[in-house]
């Protein structure tokens, strides 16, 4: 279970249910680095990402924690200092944690409570929905160190607010705040004191829908900027079928029809 497995670490605590029913919620917990995605707190956000399909759980929300005034103020830079190439590519080794995220296979929301820089950013990126508080900064400075994003901000970045402005903000690596951030599509809400009730209210209706058109239907989206328009039409109407032979399928026309709320199964 996804809070067993947040008992044995230092960097990364989960709750199940503060947020709502089957809502997890994941913090990052390094304040005295700001979050910075050291070695550690990586294993540890992969190892308690990888046991959410054994949790009773149907949606993620990944923060910071609120003393370390940062959702995560990027990689350490400290271990990136004594890396050479061959240690940085052994490290760069797939999957990372940025893909573990992106591959829950239930929604992933981003509470970004604070800066959200480098590997933050890369992070957020990797998640399904990103709702940041008007204070955020947000960006990718990594070209002031003599280096380039290296999770996977080149390839995600692009595909969530287009090449020009992703040229941008790799290539000066300024940082913008949550207002410029939700007009180019970086994020998708910006909120102030009601920033929790925003995310709770999105985690409560997405956990509220049937587990595995949940996990279907996000695959689904997610192979739209991969797989060009005839390919991603034919996969989703192949997951689609396939959901035809779920019990929940049955019983959430069948809720309809009887004006209820469904009972999920999760087969």
């Known amino acids: ?45 992969t190892a308690v990402i990888e046991a959410i399909p054994e949790s009773d759980v149907r949606v993620v929300v990944l923060t910071g924690a609120e003393e370390a005034g940062a959702f995560a103020a990027g990689a350490d ?17 797939r999957p990372r944690v940025y893909e573990h995220v992106a591959d829950c296979p239930f929604p992933v929301i981003a509470r970004i409570n604070g800066h959200a820089l480098g590997g933050g950013c890369e992070l957020i990126q990797a998640c399904d929905v990103r709702i940041a508080h008007e204070d955020a900064k947000i960006g990718q400075p990594e070209i002031n160190l003599g280096i380039m994003p290296g999770g996977g901000g080149t390839q995600r970045l692009p595909r969530l607010v287009g090449e020009g402005q992703a040229m941008r903000l790799i290539l000066s ?38 587990p595995v058109a ?16 005839e390919d991603g039409l034919d996969y989703e109407a192949e997951l689609f079928a396939q959901l035809f032979a779920t019990a929940d399928k049955d019983e959430g026309i069948d809720a309809f029809l009887e004006d209820r709320e469904p009972e999920w199964r999760g087969e």
């Open 1 to 45: 279970m996804i809070e067993d497995v947040a008992a044995d670490c230092e960097t990364v605590d989960a709750e199940v249910g503060d947020r709502g029913e089957d809502v997890a919620t994941v913090t990052l917990r390094r304040p005295d680095a700001r979050n910075a995605l050291n070695a550690q707190l990586r294993e540890e956000l």
């Open 173 to 210: 690596g300024d940082l913008i705040d949550a207002a410029e951030a939700r007009e180019i599509g970086l994020v998708d809400e910006v909120h102030g004191d009601d920033l929790d009730d925003a995310v709770d209210d999105l985690a409560a209706s997405m956990a509220s829908n049937g």
């Open 214 to 229: 949940l996990e279907f239907a996000k695959q689904s989206v997610q192979a739209a900027s991969q797989l060009g328009l």
């Open 77 to 93: 830079v400290t271990e990136l200092r004594e890396r050479d190439a061959l240690e940085q590519r052994e490290a760069s080794e």
